[in-house]
Structure formats: structure tokens, C-alpha cells
């Protein structure tokens, strides 16, 4: 189920990556910031009293071109409000109501989405006497807040928390194998769902998915039923979208955390770019199964050595998925579509998979005994026992004398070690350790 989205938006300068910081930063302890392979700063995610959302900081969009500085405000705001369940709407008190203020305040009250006025720089108590005129905004009480000093970040949270919409039950039986389609513009993701319904259709009916954009089509094929989550509506708004193609970043991420596997579609004639990377990145920190699909192979010149080349490519550039398998097809020829869902399958059952403990002991105490765990400052690291805690991803816990002395490249032998014995295909491997308890 995808999280609900909180989005904060104001003209330049009145703090918003600061309050996003604040929100999704490690001094929230209940906050966890995932930028991972991604790089990219506009996205993070957050809880508050139990409460688990997607925030978009709007400061970090990149538009291009020469827009007059209200364009630029305005188009921001149009491309949060599309996405988010509610609008943070930062102000800076020391500069007081602004036209640019006022600019985006008759933005978000057309919309009619839920309003947070968030009054930034509100540094000492002489200040809150500021925060007064920004009940003009229309939107109802204001929030003082300190992004310098991290004060009132619990009380916009409370407000925002309070504005987002109910949660809503998965629609879908567990049987169900959810598939999305992710990747850039022109890859071919609509083509590729039109190649898969058109040849394989049993059942289908379109319905409304729970995001606002995405498409969800149930079909059945040999017995197994799946929904195709399609996220190929990126520019239905026009231009606005065009130009800020990184942006499409938070509508895939909608359709990968309903997902339970994640097509990853690579434009084969063009190859490899960044935005592939950001766009599969998010795949691989929601813990998803994935498979990377280059889609228009039959325009590729090619010989006997091009598969393994771009196979090569792909692996070099997305080291942090080696796990996923790849599949090679036309979804205007429909040339070797029928290798996809064997592997979607597969990698299905994978994600799945949960391995019983003394097995699992088994393989990590034969690993250990290989190439014994580090030593750090005289003290080695001593396995007690691991289990699996989850499934999608599978989720191992290993317990040990002290976590700190386990090096990441130990742990990434360990799952070396687990993945050749289960192989765990198309899918991430989690590892966790924790300080054995003498309970324990």
C-alpha cells in the first residue's frame, strides 16, 4: 500500500530543505532517511505517532529554462499538489506575507488539497507576534517554527498528520502477484502493457488504482492472477511535466510501494542513463523484487556478443541490484515476451521465500568456518545464531557478541553465502544484527 504524501512548498529561501531535513533527519528518531543509491535529495520518507508517509521537499526540483521567478514558484506548486495528500506551505516570518507568498496561496486554495501553513524563522518569542498576518492566507492557523533551533516540527507534524486521508484496505487477495512498471519517459511501459494484455488477456477490467495516477489492471494468465500497475501518465499535463522529468521519480515510487515485483523497462535502443539508476534505486530501498526489461530489442543492431554486452552494461551500472534477472524483448513485436513471466514468477516465489532456522544456521556456520568472522582491536566478532524475521524482502536477523564488529564487507560475504545457497533471485537480501541478550 503506497504511503501517503506530504509535500512542502513556498517561494526560494524561506527554509524548506531545512524543516525537510528536520522532518526525515536523524534527529527524529522515529524518522529514517533513505537517500541511498539515489542521490536524490527531493524525496524522503518519515513517521510521526505511528504514521508512516513520503515527503517531497519542492526546493530540491530542478526546472529548466529562463521562467521569471513566479513561473518557477507556480510550477512547483502545480507538480506538489498533483502528488501530495497535503501541502506543507512554508512562509519565512521575518519577510512577512509576500506576493510570491500570495501567488502560490491562490494556488493551493484552487486545488483544494489540505493546507499546513508552516511560519519558518521564528527563532526567539519575540518573533510569534510575526506569525499573525499569515492568518490572511486563508488557511487557518499557522505554525511557528525554528528550522535553526528544530522547534514546532512536532506541531506541524501533528496538523499535517491530522490532514492526511484514511488509510484504505488492500483491494487485492494475497494470491495476487502486483506487478509495476517503472522507468522514464518513452522506454515503453504502455506499449509493453498493451503487448501483455493484448496476447495474454483472460480477465481484465480497468479500474482506478489507489494512486491517483497510476492504472491498475487485473488480469489472469495459466491459473496465476496479477495486477499491472502502470505508471506511463507521466506527461498528461503537459509541458510542466516534460521539463522536470526527474520529478516522475515520486509517481513511480507511489506505484513500487503497492508493487510486489518491479519491472524495471530500459529503453534498448538508447541505452543506459542516470535516471534509470534513481528510478531502479527506489525499487531496491522498498525492498522489492525486480527485473530489469530492455523493451525495443528488435530495433537493436545487433551480433552474437550484443546481449552479453548490454548485459555486462547493466551490471556495471547497477551494482547495488545483481540480483535481478534481465529480460531482453520488443513490445511492439511482442519478440520474446513470452520469457517475462516465467521470471516474474520466479522471482515472485523468491521474494517470498522463507528459509527454516536450522538450515539457515547451517549454511552461515559452514561460511564462518571458510573465513572466520573480523577481529577489531583484539575482540572478533562470534555468531550466535540468525533467523528470518520477514519475507518481501526476506529479512534475517543474525544475533552476535557485538554488532559493531560486524563489517559491511563480512555481511556482504554472509549474503554471498545465503543468495548461492538459496539463491533468493530478483530479490534483496536484508541483514540486521543484534547484540545477543543473556535472556536470549
Given at each position: 500500500?503506497a504511503?501517503?504524501?506530504?509535500?512542502?512548498?513556498?517561494?526560494?529561501?524561506?527554509?524548506?530543505?531545512?524543516?525537510?531535513?528536520?522532518?526525515?533527519?536523524?534527529?527524529?528518531?522515529?524518522?529514517?532517511?533513505?537517500?541511498?543509491?539515489?542521490?536524490?535529495?527531493?524525496?524522503?520518507?518519515?513517521?510521526?505517532?505511528?504514521?508512516?508517509?513520503?515527503?517531497?521537499?519542492?526546493?530540491?526540483?530542478?526546472?529548466?529554462?529562463?521562467?521569471?521567478?513566479?513561473?518557477?514558484?507556480?510550477?512547483?506548486?502545480?507538480?506538489?499538489?498533483?502528488?501530495?495528500?497535503?501541502?506543507?506551505?512554508?512562509?519565512?516570518?521575518?519577510?512577512?506575507?509576500?506576493?510570491?507568498?500570495?501567488?502560490?496561496?491562490?494556488?493551493?486554495?484552487?486545488?483544494?488539497?489540505?493546507?499546513v501553513?508552516?511560519?519558518?524563522?521564528?527563532?526567539?518569542?519575540?518573533?510569534?507576534?510575526?506569525?499573525?498576518?499569515?492568518?490572511?492566507?486563508?488557511?487557518?492557523?499557522?505554525?511557528?517554527?525554528?528550522?535553526?533551533?528544530?522547534?514546532?516540527?512536532?506541531?506541524?507534524?501533528?496538523?499535517?498528520?491530522?490532514?492526511?486521508?484514511?488509510k484504505?484496505?488492500?483491494?487485492?487477495?494475497?494470491?495476487?502477484?502486483?506487478?509495476?512498471?517503472?522507468?522514464?519517459?518513452?522506454?515503453?511501459?504502455?506499449?509493453?502493457?498493451?503487448?501483455?494484455?493484448?496476447?495474454?488477456?483472460?480477465?481484465?477490467?480497468?479500474?482506478?488504482?489507489?494512486?491517483?495516477?497510476?492504472?491498475?489492471t487485473?488480469?489472469?494468465k495459466?491459473?496465476?492472477?496479477?495486477?499491472?500497475?502502470?505508471?506511463?501518465?507521466?506527461?498528461?499535463?503537459?509541458?510542466?511535466y516534460?521539463?522536470?522529468?526527474?520529478?516522475?521519480?515520486?509517481?513511480?515510487?507511489?506505484?513500487?510501494?503497492?508493487?510486489?515485483?518491479?519491472?524495471?523497462?530500459?529503453?534498448?535502443?538508447?541505452?543506459?542513463?542516470?535516471?534509470?539508476?534513481?528510478?531502479?534505486?527506489?525499487?531496491?530501498?522498498?525492498?522489492?523484487?525486480?527485473?530489469?526489461?530492455?523493451?525495443?530489442?528488435?530495433?537493436?543492431?545487433?551480433?552474437?556478443?550484443?546481449?552479453?554486452?548490454?548485459?555486462?552494461?547493466?551490471?556495471?551500472?547497477?551494482?547495488?541490484?545483481t540480483?535481478?534477472?534481465?529480460?531482453?524483448?520488443?513490445?511492439?513485436?511482442?519478440?520474446?515476451?513470452?520469457?517475462?513471466?516465467?521470471?516474474?514468477?520466479?522471482?515472485a516465489?523468491?521474494?517470498?521465500?522463507?528459509v527454516?532456522?536450522?538450515?539457515?544456521?547451517?549454511?552461515?556456520?559452514?561460511?564462518?568456518?571458510?573465513?572466520?568472522?573480523?577481529?577489531?582491536k583484539?575482540?572478533?566478532?562470534?555468531?550466535?545464531?540468525?533467523?528470518?524475521?520477514?519475507?518481501?524482502?526476506?529479512?534475517?536477523?543474525?544475533?552476535?557478541?557485538?554488532?559493531?564488529l560486524?563489517?559491511?564487507?563480512?555481511?556482504r560475504?554472509?549474503?554471498?553465502?545465503?543468495?548461492?545457497?538459496?539463491?533468493?533471485?530478483?530479490?534483496?537480501?536484508?541483514?540486521?544484527?543484534?547484540?545477543?541478550?543473556?535472556?536470549?
Amino acid at each position: 500500500m503506497a504511503r501517503p504524501v506530504i509535500a512542502i512548498v513556498g517561494r526560494p529561501n524561506v527554509g524548506k530543505s531545512t524543516i525537510f531535513n528536520r522532518i526525515i533527519g536523524d534527529r527524529l528518531a522515529i524518522v529514517e532517511d533513505k537517500p541511498g543509491v539515489t542521490r536524490d535529495r527531493i524525496y524522503g520518507t518519515g513517521e510521526w505517532i505511528g504514521v508512516s508517509f513520503s515527503v517531497i521537499d519542492t526546493g530540491g526540483i530542478e526546472i529548466e529554462g529562463e521562467d521569471t521567478l513566479l513561473r518557477s514558484i507556480r510550477m512547483q506548486a502545480e507538480l506538489a499538489i498533483e502528488e501530495a495528500d497535503v501541502i506543507v506551505f512554508m512562509v519565512d516570518a521575518k519577510a512577512g506575507v509576500t506576493t510570491a507568498d500570495e501567488e502560490v496561496a491562490q494556488i493551493l486554495f484552487r486545488s483544494g488539497k489540505p493546507v499546513v501553513v508552516g511560519v519558518n524563522k521564528v527563532d526567539n518569542l519575540q518573533r510569534m507576534d510575526d506569525i499573525y498576518e499569515f492568518y490572511g492566507l486563508g488557511f487557518g492557523e499557522p505554525i511557528a517554527l525554528s528550522g535553526a533551533h528544530g522547534t514546532g516540527i512536532g506541531d506541524l507534524l501533528d496538523a499535517a498528520v491530522k490532514k492526511l486521508p484514511a488509510k484504505t484496505e488492500e483491494e487485492y487477495d494475497d494470491d495476487v502477484i502486483k506487478v509495476a512498471l517503472i522507468g522514464r519517459p518513452n522506454v515503453g511501459k504502455s506499449s509493453l502493457v498493451n503487448a501483455i494484455l493484448g496476447e495474454e488477456r483472460v480477465i481484465v477490467s480497468d479500474v482506478a488504482g489507489t494512486t491517483r495516477d497510476a492504472i491498475d489492471t487485473p488480469f489472469e494468465k495459466d491459473g496465476q492472477k496479477y495486477v499491472l500497475i502502470d505508471t506511463a501518465g507521466m506527461r498528461k499535463r503537459g509541458k510542466v511535466y516534460e521539463s522536470t522529468e526527474k520529478y516522475s521519480v515520486m509517481r513511480s515510487m507511489k506505484a513500487i510501494e503497492r508493487a510486489d515485483v518491479v519491472l524495471v523497462v530500459i529503453n534498448g535502443e538508447e541505452g543506459i542513463i542516470e535516471q534509470d539508476k534513481h528510478i531502479a534505486g527506489y525499487a531496491h530501498e522498498n525492498g522489492k523484487a525486480a527485473v530489469f526489461v530492455v523493451n525495443k530489442w528488435d530495433v537493436v543492431d545487433k551480433d552474437d556478443k550484443t546481449m552479453q554486452r548490454f548485459t555486462n552494461s547493466i551490471r556495471d551500472h547497477f551494482l547495488f541490484m545483481t540480483y535481478a534477472p534481465i529480460v531482453f524483448l520488443s513490445a511492439k513485436t511482442k519478440q520474446r515476451l513470452n520469457k517475462l513471466f516465467p521470471v516474474i514468477d520466479r522471482v515472485a516465489e523468491q521474494h517470498a521465500l522463507r528459509v527454516p532456522t536450522h538450515v539457515l544456521n547451517d549454511i552461515i556456520s559452514d561460511a564462518t568456518a571458510m573465513t572466520p568472522p573480523p577481529t577489531d582491536k583484539g575482540k572478533r566478532l562470534r555468531i550466535n545464531y540468525a533467523t528470518q524475521i520477514a519475507v518481501k524482502p526476506p529479512t534475517i536477523l543474525i544475533f552476535v557478541n557485538e554488532p559493531e564488529l560486524m563489517h559491511f564487507s563480512y555481511e556482504r560475504y554472509l549474503e554471498n553465502k545465503i543468495r548461492a545457497a538459496f539463491e533468493f533471485e530478483g530479490t534483496p537480501l536484508r541483514l540486521f544484527t543484534r547484540r545477543k541478550s543473556d535472556q536470549e
